[in-house]
């Protein structure tokens, strides 16, 4: 089946600071979702992006479907930014909407 | 808030027992989808709802099952629950069934199993 990778693992971040976390899959996609779980569990839909690029305020999203990756910015982090990162995708060969989730980046901001 | 709302919130069972859980899907919405969530893991894909029938199921045992009401709501019930079900168990409504429709999920409901 297919395998979606998220790194890194764990990012710890001091307030201010950028980063980059990235979601590679190994087959076509034509759905791509990154979410933020939040500590209570919510998933918070951050952005819906098969291909190309989009930004929403301090984050922006970049996904290169012929290469089978997508990258998520973060930028001048906060610590409202903390939690699971998490990428989803539903592959091209699936007859319905079955997200398919990578195992999550856990980031930590720092005052 | 995406419009998604969940019920119960948290709920312990014990083990041989059965639970339902339901979910409210957003406005306009006609499929809804189930996950599964154990701790430290991604969501695991329990199965999908469009009007009112089964549109696709992962890989869960038949004692995993569910319904979708006219009105899109849907319920999840596990019967003869184990250990292992304790989870985080998400649903997702979409505008439809299609792969390209963006899924917005529910605050979840946290099982116990005891």
């Known amino acids: 089946g297919i395998q979606v990778e998220q790194s890194p693992p764990d990012l710890i971040l001091q307030e201010g600071a950028n980063s980059t976390l990235r979601c590679n899959f190994s087959d076509s996609v034509n759905n791509l979702q990154w979410f933020h779980q939040n500590p209570w569990g919510q998933l918070i839909n951050l952005f819906y992006i098969p291909s190309g690029t989009k930004q929403n305020g301090r984050l922006s999203a970049t996904t290169v479907a012929t290469e089978r990756y997508s990258l998520l910015y973060i930028s001048s982090s906060q610590t409202t930014d903390s939690g699971v990162y998490f990428c989803?995708?539903?592959?091209?060969?699936?007859?319905?909407?079955?997200?398919?989730f990578g195992a999550g980046t856990q980031v930590v901001v720092t005052p | 808030e995406t419009g998604v709302t969940q019920s119960p919130t948290h709920l312990i069972k014990t083990r041989g027992q059965q639970v339902t859980l339901r979910c409210s899907s957003q406005s306009g919405h006609n499929t809804v989808s189930w996950y599964q969530q154990a701790l430290g893991q991604g969501p695991q894909f329990i199965f999908q709802?469009?009007?009112?029938?089964?549109?696709g199921r992962g890989n869960f045992p038949p004692r995993f099952s569910g319904l979708q009401f006219p009105n899109y709501s849907s319920e999840l019930n596990v019967n003869a629950l184990e250990l292992d079900d304790s989870a985080l168990y998400l649903c997702?409504?979409?505008?439809?069934?299609?792969?390209?429709?963006?899924?917005?999920f529910g605050p979840g409901t946290r099982l116990t199993v005891t």
């Open positions: 989803a995708v539903v592959i091209i060969p699936d007859s319905w909407g079955k997200l398919q």
């Open positions: 997702a409504s979409s505008l439809t069934r299609g792969q390209t429709d963006e899924q917005y």
């Open positions: 709802y469009y009007r009112e029938e089964e549109n």
